[in-house]
């Protein structure tokens, strides 16, 4: 078993960041420039809100916080999301999700100017992703693909399972592996709640890659030997042993299903820390023009 490890690789992709971040400010004599919306004060929001804005600031760029309570219209936000697409000093523009239940999603990612939206969750982006034209790719997909990348992970003919359909992880990711690029070229089976036994599709997967939010949901009888397992779930739980009083589970048994898998994500410390580093390029990406010139 060879470990993925997230912090390896974040940390040396975010010096590169950071290297090109100090090249547009010298260039330019501006920063990259995020913006995150956050709406209420859910707790994990909070605490990707606040990660996000330090990584920003730790590789060199901008980073600017607009809060609202969880009472705020649908309309005030779309009003603001407006505003920011006009000002052209911002290059990314994130609105944290969930929202409250008033507020429509789709509307707000929709009103976000797609050369801004370095989620990569507008229809725009999504599209052009799928036709391998430049895009914003959404962060979790796009970090695994760097992972894959920096491990020299060959793909190609592979059968790839995703498990999930999610539209910021599952189903972006299942693109993304059946694309004709490296990492891609995979035939990609997509699993749901919808799909009866699951682990028939997941003993043929030779990448297995989960995202579903069920703490330990794939177990060693359900993997073949030498599989690469890319585990996305984040299933927090409180404990009284950690500091943070929380401890984080994946969706993959990893004690038991290690040994089996060639290469494996641990989490923590895996596809988390990608996540970030897919927003911080697809913001690099957004100042130097890369994507929408
Ligand atoms: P989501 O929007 O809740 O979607 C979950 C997906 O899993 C859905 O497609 C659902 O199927 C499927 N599913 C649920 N239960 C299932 C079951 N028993 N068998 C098969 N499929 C099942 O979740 P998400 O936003 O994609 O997030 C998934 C997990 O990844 C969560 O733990 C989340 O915290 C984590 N996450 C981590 C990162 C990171 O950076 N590491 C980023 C994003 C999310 P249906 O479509 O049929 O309902």
Redesign the pocket.
Known sequence: MNLLDGKYVSEKLKLEIAEEAAKILANTGRKPHLVAVLVGHDG?SET?VASKMKNCEAVGFKSSLVRYESDVTEEELLAKVAELNADADIDGIIVQLPLPKHIDPEKVTEKINPAKDVDGFHPVNLGRMQRNLPSFIP??PY?ITLMLKEYGIDTAGKHCVV?????????PMSILMARNTQPGNCTVTI?????PD?KKFTLDADILI?????KN?ITADMVKDGVVVI??????ETSTVTKSGYKLY??VDFENVAPKSSWITP?PG???????IGLLKNTLASANKEVYS
């Open positions: 994990g990707y962060a979790t970090g498990v999930g359909r999610s539209n910021i992880v599952g189903s699993c749901h709640s919808r799909t699951i989960v995202a579903i939010g069920k949901f585990d996305v779930g984040m299933n927090r994946g969706d989490v895996g596809v988390g820390l990608m996540t970030i």
